[in-house]
């Protein structure tokens, strides 16, 4: 309890005269603070934000065309009326192939009847000595030389989309090489077709074509078309485009690849598109 002054005097005994007062003291009792502790943020587990991503997922509206298949002609027709006012404008062809484990990811080369895009330049390093090494600059080879290239491959000094090798040293690079060149599909290889001695004959036909490599999930993308191509252009770019994936997955073999036990590599699911139109499936493919 204290006391506070109000400025007046008794009059018998002349002191001041004070009013008392009250004071409120702070409590610091458990239950008191709990009360005013900052609520705790509840953050959801993964297994809660899967099920709400699928349940999210599960209301959003579907292309029409995600559960539907249509033969080539009709999926050209519907994407050409898409694009009407866009002439110009691309197909897209994605191939999705089913990899397995110990299995090289799907790479070829192909020439399309009518190209939509213009070709990359190839960068070619040949490892080849002699009369083959002087063959392979006269093709256009860019770098030439033996096996004082693998140090320079290592330490990228030597930057090429396509490396060729000789049968007569290929197994000089592969113990240094192997490692650095196959997770990047560079490393050479006879089932490829890049171990040769055929350098000059395998670097004409490399002008020629085009190469096209899956990722690491086993897609493919490419632009197979311009919508302004005549229906039949169309139609050979996408056969011819699937006939090289088809060969270098196993799905299609000529009398020589016959002979070899070849893995296959399965293809579920074909699908063309463009910039503003719908990913259709494929039937006839």
Same mark, same amino acid.
């Given at each position: 309890?204290?006391?506070?002054?109000?400025?007046?005097?008794?009059?018998?005994?002349?002191?001041?005269?004070?009013?008392?007062?009250?004071?409120?003291?702070?409590?610091?009792?458990?239950?008191?603070?709990?009360?005013?502790?900052?609520?705790?943020?509840?953050?959801?587990?993964?297994?809660?934000?899967?099920?709400?991503?699928?349940?999210?997922?599960?209301?959003?509206?579907?292309?029409?065309?995600?559960?539907?298949?249509?033969?080539?002609?009709?999926?050209?027709?519907?994407? #050409?009326?898409?694009?009407?006012?866009?002439?110009?404008?691309?197909?897209?062809?994605?191939?999705?192939?089913?990899?397995?484990?110990?299995?090289?990811?799907?790479?070829?080369?192909?020439?399309?009847?009518?190209?939509?895009?213009?070709?990359?330049?190839?960068?070619?390093?040949?490892?080849?000595?002699?009369?083959?090494?002087?063959?392979?600059?006269?093709?256009?080879?860019?770098?030439?030389?033996?096996?004082?290239?693998?140090?320079?491959?290592?330490?990228? #000094?030597?930057?090429?989309?396509?490396?060729?090798?000789?049968?007569?040293?290929?197994?000089?690079?592969?113990?240094?090489?192997?490692?650095?060149?196959?997770?990047?599909?560079?490393?050479?290889?006879? #089932?490829?077709?890049?171990?040769?001695?055929?350098?000059?004959?395998?670097?004409?036909?490399?002008?020629?074509?085009?190469?096209?490599?899956?990722?690491?999930?086993?897609?493919?993308?490419?632009?197979?078309?311009?919508?302004?191509?005549?229906?039949?252009?169309?139609?050979?770019?996408?056969?011819?485009?699937?006939?090289?994936?088809?060969?270098?997955?196993?799905?299609?073999?000529?009398?020589?690849?016959?002979?070899?036990?070849?893995?296959?590599?399965?293809?579920?699911?074909?699908?063309?598109?463009?910039?503003?139109?719908?990913?259709?499936?494929?039937?006839?493919?």
């Amino acid at each position: 309890m204290f006391t506070n002054s109000i400025g007046l005097l008794c009059r018998p005994c002349r002191f001041p005269l004070t009013v008392p007062f009250a004071t409120r003291g702070f409590q610091t009792s458990q239950s008191v603070l709990a009360r005013h502790k900052q609520p705790k943020i509840r953050v959801p587990s993964k297994k809660t934000l899967a099920a709400k991503a699928k349940r999210r997922a599960a209301k959003a509206r579907k292309n029409i065309y995600d559960s539907e298949k249509m033969p080539l002609l009709d999926a050209i027709a519907v994407l #050409r009326a898409v694009e009407v006012a866009k002439p110009n404008a691309t197909y897209e062809l994605f191939v999705k192939t089913q990899i397995k484990n110990g299995v090289a990811i799907p790479k070829g080369r192909v020439n399309l009847p009518r190209e939509a895009k213009p070709k990359t330049e190839d960068k070619i390093l040949v490892f080849a000595e002699g009369r083959q090494a002087e063959e392979a600059k006269k093709a256009g080879a860019h770098v030439v030389g033996g096996p004082e290239l693998i140090d320079a491959v290592i330490s990228n #000094r030597h930057q090429a989309t396509t490396i060729l090798c000789t049968t007569s040293l290929i197994r000089t690079i592969t113990p240094k090489l192997g490692r650095v060149l196959g997770p990047l599909g560079l490393m050479p290889s006879e #089932r490829r077709g890049t171990v040769t001695d055929d350098i000059a004959g395998y670097i004409q036909r490399l002008y020629g074509t085009s190469e096209w490599r899956a990722d690491k999930s086993g897609s493919i993308h490419t632009a197979i078309a311009k919508l302004h191509f005549p229906i039949d252009d169309v139609v050979k770019n996408v056969r011819h485009f699937m006939t090289s994936v088809k060969r270098v997955t196993g799905n299609q073999r000529d009398k020589e690849d016959k002979k070899t036990a070849k893995p296959v590599t399965s293809i579920s699911k074909v699908m063309l598109s463009s910039g503003q139109g719908p990913g259709i499936q494929i039937s006839d493919f």
